[in-house]
């Protein structure tokens, strides 16, 4: 690249370059509340365990660092971060409408949905998606080992102040991430090639592979 295309260039990758690092895992944006690590379950701990109501279709291990075995959550009951997990071929749903899907998960405002049917509620993306190629927008649904790692992220015992101006961050974050993505249907071809050569580099770096190769695309002035 040379010449005012490439000065051009230049002055476009640091801000398209930071639109693509908010594309990060939230878990990131968490740098405060680092994951605690669980004390080992020992006989000790087990033998204080209250025992499993015989009625219990689906025993469950306690959410968090808890070791004592609960009952799993069947259809319809609420769930969240605190809470036990949804029973096998259930998930942990949280309404599409829903504006902070995180804050409704850490108060338990979930509910336990057979998986076929989350899948259902799921609006499809028209065949002019204004998002690029494997960008999707945040589901409404936890599975259970984002379920754990929230739980690790914010013990029980732990203030929710500390945690919550994170979750805070994180959705305004979001929001100006959804409004971004409006504007990618107005952006020329150039513009949109080059989004999405930027969102695979922090792809890739995210995985930790290595980019042996990509094509990065020279747009001048007029996209």
């Given at each position: 690249?040379?010449?005012?295309?490439?000065?051009?260039?230049?002055?476009?990758?640091?801000?398209?370059?930071?639109?693509?690092?908010?594309?990060?895992?939230?878990?990131?944006?968490?740098?405060?509340?680092?994951?605690?690590?669980?004390?080992?379950?020992?006989?000790?701990?087990?033998?204080?365990?209250?025992?499993?109501?015989?009625?219990?279709?689906?025993?469950?291990?306690?959410?968090?660092?808890?070791?004592?075995?609960?009952?799993?959550?069947?259809?319809?009951?609420?769930?969240?971060?605190?809470?036990?997990?949804?029973?096998?071929?259930?998930?942990?749903?949280?309404?599409?409408?829903?504006?902070?899907?995180?804050?409704?998960?850490?108060?338990?405002?979930?509910?336990?949905?057979?998986?076929?049917?989350?899948?259902?509620?799921?609006?499809?993306?028209?065949?002019?998606?204004?998002?690029?190629?494997?960008?999707?927008?945040?589901?409404?649904?936890?599975t259970q080992d984002q379920l754990?790692?929230?739980?690790?992220?914010?013990?029980?015992?732990?203030?929710?102040?500390?945690?919550?101006?994170?979750?805070?961050?994180?959705?305004?974050?979001?929001?100006?991430?959804?409004?971004?993505?409006?504007?990618?249907?107005?952006?020329?071809?150039?513009q949109k090639e080059l989004y999405?050569a930027l969102y695979k580099l922090?792809?890739?770096?995210?995985?930790?592979?290595?980019?042996?190769?990509?094509?990065?695309?020279?747009?001048?002035?007029?996209?």
């Amino acid at each position: 690249m040379s010449g005012p295309q490439c000065a051009l260039c230049r002055g476009w990758l640091p801000a398209l370059l930071l639109q693509a690092l908010l594309l990060l895992p939230a878990t990131r944006l968490v740098r405060g509340a680092q994951p605690v690590l669980c004390a080992p379950c020992t006989p000790e701990r087990l033998a204080l365990c209250p025992p499993v109501p015989p009625d219990c279709p689906e025993p469950a291990r306690q959410p968090g660092c808890g070791c004592c075995q609960i009952c799993a959550l069947g259809p319809g009951q609420p769930c969240g971060v605190y809470t036990a997990r949804c029973r096998l071929g259930l998930r942990c749903h949280i309404p599409a409408g829903e504006s902070r899907p995180l804050s409704a998960l850490i108060q338990g405002h979930g509910t336990c949905l057979p998986a076929s049917e989350v899948g259902e509620m799921r609006t499809e993306e028209p065949a002019d998606s204004i998002e690029p190629d494997d960008m999707s927008l945040e589901s409404t649904e936890i599975t259970q080992d984002q379920l754990l790692n929230y739980q690790l992220m914010f013990p029980i015992g732990q203030d929710k102040s500390i945690p919550w101006n994170s979750i805070t961050a994180y959705e305004n974050m979001k929001a100006k991430r959804i409004s971004e993505l409006k504007k990618w249907k107005e952006q020329s071809p150039c513009q949109k090639e080059l989004y999405r050569a930027l969102y695979k580099l922090v792809k890739t770096q995210r995985s930790r592979g290595e980019i042996y190769k990509f094509y990065l695309p020279n747009c001048n002035k007029n996209g």
